[in-house]
């Protein structure tokens, strides 16, 4: 299995990025899939977990959706209306069977990571 993260970059507060996430290796479809950012000197921080439901973090609530293409193997990571606070490296992982207790990170593989900073 292999995920390969996609689509970090620098933009303005208000700005907007779409992250890709390419599973190879899997039917992803079958497939709990997480997204974690750790900005720099804090701790890795659980963004999303997306199964039959999506269960989102407080603070991305409203402004981060989750989708995915199935038939590309593909998951997203719409982030709109950024924040300086958003500024981290994203990392998607995957996992079977759902989102229980997501938030602890364990998940059975982990993407490489992309960078999204978020400044004027």
């Known amino acids: 299995v292999q995920l390969q993260a996609s689509g970090g970059g620098l933009v303005q507060p208000g700005g907007s990025l779409n992250l890709s996430c390419v599973a190879s290796g899997i039917t992803l479809n079958y497939y709990t899939i997480a997204w974690f950012r750790r900005a720099p000197g804090k701790r890795r921080e659980g963004v999303l977990c997306s199964s039959d439901r999506t269960l989102y973090s407080d603070s991305v609530k409203g402004r981060f959706t989750a989708y995915r293409d199935n038939g590309r193997s593909t998951a997203y990571l719409q982030m709109n209306n950024l924040k300086p606070g958003d500024t981290a490296t994203y990392y998607c992982?995957?996992?079977?069977?759902?989102?229980?207790?997501?938030?602890?990170?364990?998940?059975?593989?982990w993407g490489q990571g992309t960078q999204v900073t978020v400044s004027s």
């Open positions: 992982a995957i996992r079977r069977p759902d989102c229980a207790d997501w938030a602890r990170g364990a998940f059975t593989s």
